[in-house]
């Protein structure tokens, strides 16, 4: 089936420690994305990236880092630099211009 | 991107249409609107989008009034599956570049028997 997949699901790491974040598409889209969701609030794009080996900060990009070295996978780091690291995020994939983009499951990561 | 506003909660009964408000004064001639839904602790699903024209899909119906300053999502006949937080969202869209969207609070909508 085609889709977004994003792994695992729940993440916990100690405070002070990078993690990284995975998230692989087999729909053969161009663009993938990055959001960041705080509990009651919406979500706030924190990387994307329309082409392989090309990306770009979104509003909330500081504490986090990216690669996009293959079409499929856009995996996001979440770095010590980043004050509040605990949150509900979320890939994304699209093909860009007009058309819709489609969700992953998301990964909720805890850091203590 | 415009900015959009909507209530922040609605209740339906199930069975009868959801009409759920956006206000968008803002929006430029260029600019589309998209509709996405976020079921508990899931990723948002996309929903519809248009620019002008009412539009309709298996899921929903998008109405745009002719002046673009507000629309409204409409599930014709609401389920209990159809319980989520409602997102409209507007964007420019260019050709070939990413689909960035920029989500707001949205509506929640509680669909009850």
């Known amino acids: 089936d085609g889709g977004i997949t994003q792994s695992p699901k729940y993440l916990f790491r100690k405070e002070g420690q990078n993690v990284t974040l995975s998230c692989e598409q087999n729909l053969n889209h161009d663009a993938m994305y990055w959001y960041r969701q705080d509990p009651g609030q919406g979500l706030r794009l924190i990387y994307y990236?329309?082409?392989?080996?090309?990306?770009q900060k979104g509003d909330i990009a500081e504490g986090y880092s990216v690669s996009r070295e293959k079409k499929e996978s856009f995996p996001l780091t979440v770095t010590s630099a980043q004050k509040n690291p605990t949150a509900f995020y979320l890939c994304a994939s699209s093909l860009g211009g007009p058309f819709e983009a489609f969700f992953g499951q998301g990964t909720r990561l805890t850091v203590v | 991107d415009a900015k959009t506003t909507q209530p922040p909660s609605m209740d339906c009964a199930e069975g009868r249409a959801a009409n759920l408000p956006c206000n968008h004064s803002t929006i430029s001639g260029n600019e589309y609107v998209y509709w996405y839904r976020q079921i508990h602790s899931q990723g948002p699903q996309y929903i519809i989008h248009g620019l002008k024209n009412n539009e309709t899909n298996e899921m929903a119906s998008l109405i745009i009034t002719e002046d673009r300053k507000s629309s409204t999502l409409i599930l014709p006949h609401a389920t209990l599956r159809d319980t989520a937080v409602y997102y409209c969202i507007v964007r420019v869209v260019n050709t070939g570049t990413a689909s960035k969207l920029t989500f707001g609070t949205g509506t929640r909508l509680q669909v009850t028997l």
């Open positions: 990236s329309q082409i392989v080996n090309d990306f």
